[in-house]
């Protein structure tokens, strides 16, 4: 029986460290983006084709070509203000290795993201840790005492 609950526990906190890892990645990834495309982003004029709605807001469908000439589409979720009608042009901010990442120019909540970050990013490595100590507690307590 004390197994059969340890081993459950294990698996519980494995579920939550996982989560947590993907959560971390998934940040990491966003803040990434964001510093690059503010640092190392061309800037282009892209044109409103359409409109999205979220639960975030409101966004706005852009196209515009890159440095190649190529066509490009991108999503500018959560938009500020008052939404550009169709056929207007934005000004949106790539990376030239890759059109696919890009925003509209400027890059907004950079510091937002950076003070969020400083925040979450420590409390989920604790909470990432404390899942990692509690499955080696539990193993060596339960299956290696002794």
């Known amino acids: 029986m004390v197994h059969t609950l340890a081993f459950g526990a294990i698996v519980t906190l494995f579920g939550l460290s996982f989560f947590v890892y993907v959560t971390l990645r998934a940040l990491s990834g966003i803040f990434v983006e964001k510093v690059r495309l503010s640092t190392r982003g061309v800037r282009a004029r892209g044109t409103c084709v359409g409109y999205t709605s979220s639960r975030y807001g ?68 604790a909470t990432g840790m404390a899942c990692l100590l509690a499955i080696a507690w539990i193993a060596r307590t339960v299956w290696f005492s002794g």
């Not at 169709?86 to 925003?103: F, I, R």
């Open 58 to 125: 409101n966004g706005v469908v852009v196209a515009f070509a890159d440095f190649s000439g190529m066509a490009n589409q991108m999503v500018a979720s959560g938009w500020k203000g008052v939404l550009p009608e169709k056929g207007s042009e934005v000004e949106v901010v790539y990376l030239p290795q890759n059109p696919k990442v890009a925003g509209v120019w400027p890059v907004r909540a950079l510091i937002p993201n950076a003070i969020y970050m400083t925040v979450a990013v420590p409390v989920l490595l």
